[in-house]
């Protein structure tokens, strides 16, 4: 119940955080040059992931995902788009220089998302029986494995699919750094 709710927020969640990064911001080049790494990373996996799964990564509701994807990035890790939401959270604390924002980025993520990824586990058990369990005994929730998943699904991949699910993941990142930048600028102008 708590994991559904979540997920209808999931997009909410992280303005607070937001908030806190561009007010204690204090990037330097190096700090912005490691973070703009982990935040390329992480949009990447996210873009690879939308390639794959396309609008459903943005629906509201569990029961919009019809067919179990096991090809891409979901061959080696079953939340993808999880982990490329870290890697990208991740990068942009590094790219604030804001240290500490790290350790709350970890204990938010695990109390968000372990929730929803428990409730779409289960949705995915109930919908899809044993062709679930065989992928979840095979593939790792969240640290991604070398070797990819020995049944992948018949999905294929689409870059238009995947950029016109990014739209909105764009949209913050440029909205978020600009936040940063911003703080920077009034703070060295005012």
């Not at 788009?81 to 980025?105: D, Q």
């Not at 109930?126 to 979840?136: A, D």
């Amino acid at each position: 119940m708590i994991g559904r709710f979540l997920f209808r927020l999931r997009s909410l969640t992280p303005i607070p955080f937001i908030l806190l990064l561009a007010y204690f911001s204090r990037p330097t080049p190096i700090s912005v040059l490691i973070g703009i790494s982990f935040l390329c990373i992480g949009e990447c996996l996210r873009l690879w992931t939308a390639g794959y799964a396309g609008g459903t990564t943005r629906a509201q509701d569990l029961g919009v995902a019809r067919n179990l994807i096991t090809t891409g990035p979901y061959a080696y890790v079953r939340n993808p788009l999880y982990l490329g939401n870290l890697l990208l959270s991740f990068g942009i604390c590094l790219i604030a220089n804001v240290y500490w924002m790290i350790i709350l980025l970890f204990i938010g993520y695990a109390a968000q998302y372990l929730p929803i990824i428990a409730s779409e586990e289960a949705y995915l058990r109930k919908f899809c029986g044993s062709v679930y369990e065989s992928y979840f005994a095979a593939v790792p929730r969240f640290l991604p494995k070398i070797r990819r998943y020995a049944n992948p699904s018949k999905h294929d991949f689409s870059i238009s699919r995947a950029l016109k699910s990014e739209k909105r993941t764009f949209t913050a990142i440029i909205a978020v750094v600009g936040l940063i930048v911003g703080r920077i600028l009034w703070r060295q102008y005012a």
